[in-house]
C-alpha cells in the first residue's frame, strides 16, 4: 500500500465514527485528493480499495460519480467557471473562452506549461454577481474579461 501512514492513520480513526467501514470511503476520497497531488491517482483508488475491503471498481465508480473529484492530474492552479443561466446571461460563455485564451487550457484540461486546469462548473451561489469563476477556492466576481485576465496573470 502505497498511502502514507499519516492518512491511514486518519483513515482509521475516521472509519471508527461510522458503522460500517466503506461509509467512509467519500472523506477518504476527498483527503487523498487533498494531499496526493490534486487528483486520485489508478494506485490511490487500489489503495483505497484495500484499505475499506472493496473492489477498486467500486472505489472508481464513486469517484467518477462525483465531479469534485478528479481522475487525471491538473495544474497548479484550477480555475472553475460557472456556466449555468445566471452567468451565461450576463457573458459566463465569453468569459469561459477568454480564460481558456489566457491559460492556454482547454475545458476539461490542463495547460501545456502545467500551471492552469481549467473546468465548468454549476451555480456556485453569486448569481448576483455574475459572471464568476472560482480560482483555487476563492470566488471572484462580476467579471469580464480584462478583469479575469488580470487575476488569471497574477497567479503565481
Ligand atoms: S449561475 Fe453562476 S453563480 Fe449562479
Keep these: 500500500m502505497a498511502l502514507p501512514q499519516t492518512l491511514i492513520d486518519e483513515f482509521n480513526t475516521l472509519v471508527s465514527h461510522y458503522p460500517e467501514r466503506r461509509a467512509g470511503l467519500i472523506p477518504a476520497l476527498h483527503r487523498c485528493q487533498e494531499e496526493l497531488g490534486g487528483w486520485l491517482s489508478p494506485q ?3 489503495d483505497l480499495a484495500a484499505f475499506f ?3 477498486p471498481v467500486e472505489v472508481f465508480g464513486v469517484a467518477t460519480f462525483y465531479p469534485m473529484f478528479r481522475l487525471t492530474p491538473r495544474g497548479k492552479h484550477l480555475v472553475s467557471v460557472c456556466h449555468n ?3 451565461t446571461l450576463r457573458g459566463g460563455e465569453e468569459l469561459l473562452t ?6 492556454g487550457a482547454p475545458v ?6 502545467g500551471k492552469f486546469s481549467v473546468v465548468r462548473v ?14 483555487d477556492g ?3 466576481e462580476d467579471l469580464d474579461p480584462s ?3 488580470k487575476i488569471l496573470r497574477s497567479a503565481p
Excluded: R, W
Excluded at 477568454?98 to 491559460?103: A, E, L, P, S
Excluded at 476539461?108 to 506549461?113: C, E, I, Y
Excluded at 454549476?122 to 480560482?135: I, K, R, S, T, V
Design 85 to 87: 443561466i445566471s452567468c
Design 122 to 135: 454549476e451555480c456556485q451561489g453569486a448569481c448576483a454577481n455574475a459572471p464568476m469563476f472560482d480560482l
Design 147 to 149: 478583469k479575469a485576465e
Design 44 to 46: 490511490t483508488i487500489e
Design 98 to 103: 477568454h480564460v481558456c485564451k489566457v491559460t
Design 138 to 140: 476563492v470566488y471572484h
Design 108 to 113: 476539461g484540461g490542463t495547460s501545456p506549461d
Design 53 to 55: 475491503g472493496l473492489e
